[in-house]
Nanobody, 115 residues
Framework: QVQLVESGGGLVQPGGSLRLSCATSRSIFGFDYMHWYQQAPGKQRELVAGIDSGGNRNYADSVKGRFTIGRDGAKNTVYLQMNSLKPEDTAVYYC?????????WGQGTQVTVSS
């Protein structure tokens, strides 16, 4: 069974940075797409950033220029580097992978941006 495990969340002040990690139990190149989603309290889960098997990246408008999605094939890990964090970035962040029409989710990691 494919597993995705997020880490790296925490409490950070506005303007600060965090790097989230998503470790997978199989090669990340076996996924057609990998994404990071955020879900704030009382809101729907929203796409933040994605990367496909060819390395093409896409971002939500709200995070462009601040967040960067990356990957390390040797470590089977996808990252989300988050800079210039704002209070409205506060949410649970989920890692998602899609492979052959199957969807896989991590358990989520909490990010809180507050002074």
């Amino acid at each position: 069974q494919v597993q995705l495990v997020e880490s790296g969340g925490g409490l950070v002040q506005p303007g600060g940075s965090l790097r989230l990690s998503c470790a997978t139990s199989r090669s990340i190149f076996g996924f057609d797409y990998m994404h990071w989603y955020q879900q704030a309290p009382g809101k729907q889960r929203e796409l933040v950033a994605g990367i496909d098997s060819g390395g093409n990246r896409n971002y939500a408008d709200s995070v462009k220029g601040r967040f960067t999605i990356g990957r390390d094939g040797a470590k089977n890990t996808v990252y989300l580097q988050m800079n210039s964090l704002k209070p409205e970035d506060t949410a649970v962040y989920y890692c998602h992978g899609r492979s052959a029409l199957e969807d896989y989710w991590g358990q989520g990691t909490q990010v809180t941006v507050s002074s």
